[in-house]
């Protein structure tokens, strides 16, 4: 299972619906990873394989978005995005937290476990 690619439409459905609600409301089922990149960022080209391992990894635990900063302006302006990558890490009760720069894999399944709660598969 490959990292979602979410549009402004995408993520107002499945993420958070910021044009209607001031204070944050996570309308995801489960925690999700958002990789905001752009195409001609090196160390956005290193984290996109890490997101797609995680996808397959975590499918069905931890949904893995990737926001294409030069497609989707308005959403990295939402997210005051002023550097490449920011990950943004969503659990389901609580606030996002927001990353910056190219992190190791270990540091995503850190997060994934601490701050999810989603033990590390086993597979």
Known sequence: MAATQLTKQSFLDKVFDYE???EWTF??????IIDFYADWCGPCKMVAPIMEELSN???????IYKID????????AVFGIRSIPSILFVPTDDQPQMAMGALPKHTFKEVIRDKFGVAEPTN
Request: hydrophobic share 20%; charged share 40%.
């Open 20 to 22: 209607n609600n001031s």
């Open 27 to 32: 309308k995801g089922d489960r925690p999700c």
């Open 57 to 63: 990894e975590y499918a069905g635990e931890v949904d």
């Open 69 to 76: 900063t030069e497609a989707e302006q308005e959403l990295a």
